[in-house]
């Protein structure tokens, strides 16, 4: 078995963080997401507050989110937002190459498209899908659910255009693409675990 990387991109509310964690644990892999974050602010010493903020609001300014098509070299995105970018890139590197593992998010699919033995996963899962989880899991307010799913879902969006050039569920960067409201969490992070193993065990 050769040396390989797992990218997870996820709608929010997609329950895409559990799928990735439960996956690691049966793969018997490492499993990276909040820690990315964490290194980015020790190594710039900003809060990590300032990180979260920072690595997803990306090209609000520019409204378009496409804006990366009429101006592929950026409109000028913050200074610490490109920093921390370019922090988060070199530590997704340096864990792709470590040991075998799931990175979630990110732009990680991006940073590591080049990396022969990686796959790259996008998982969703129906509007209504996700905010019955808001409300039900994350204890959010039908109202605040909502308002939830559709912010978190721009950033996302922009912050992966702004950088990747492209939004992050563009199937022609993906080598699967799955709802999770098919399987739930326990059934979706076995499915995937599975295609891992057919793609890199067997």
């Not at 900003?46 to 496409?66: C, G, R, Y």
Request: glycine share 4%; with cysteine; proline share 2%.
């Amino acid at each position: 078995m050769d040396h390989f990387v797992v990218t997870i991109t996820r709608q929010f509310g997609s329950l895409g963080r559990p799928i990735a964690r439960q996956m690691s644990e049966i793969l018997g892999i490492d499993y990276y997401d909040r820690d990315i974050v964490d290194q980015a602010a020790k190594k710039l010493k900003l809060p990590i507050s300032v990180v979260d903020q920072e690595e997803e609001k990306a090209v609000k300014q520019a409204v378009n989110p496409f804006s990366r098509m009429i101006f592929p070299l950026g409109k000028g995105t913050s200074n610490t937002q490109d920093k921390i970018f370019d922090t988060q890139k070199n530590i997704i590197q340096f864990l792709s190459e470590k040991n075998n593992c799931i990175i979630v998010g990110r732009c990680s699919d991006f940073i590591l498209s080049d990396v022969k033995n990686s796959l790259h996963i996008y998982i969703y899962a129906s509007y209504e899908a996700r905010l019955e989880h808001c409300i039900k899991d994350l204890g959010l307010e039908e109202q605040e659910a909502r308002r939830m799913i559709k912010s978190v879902d721009e950033a996302r969006n922009s912050y992966h255009m702004q950088y990747a050039g492209y939004l992050p569920d563009d199937k022609r960067y993906k080598d699967i693409l799955i709802d999770s409201s098919f399987f739930g969490v326990k059934g979706t992070a076995e499915f995937l675990a599975e295609a891992v193993k057919k793609k890199f065990y067997d």
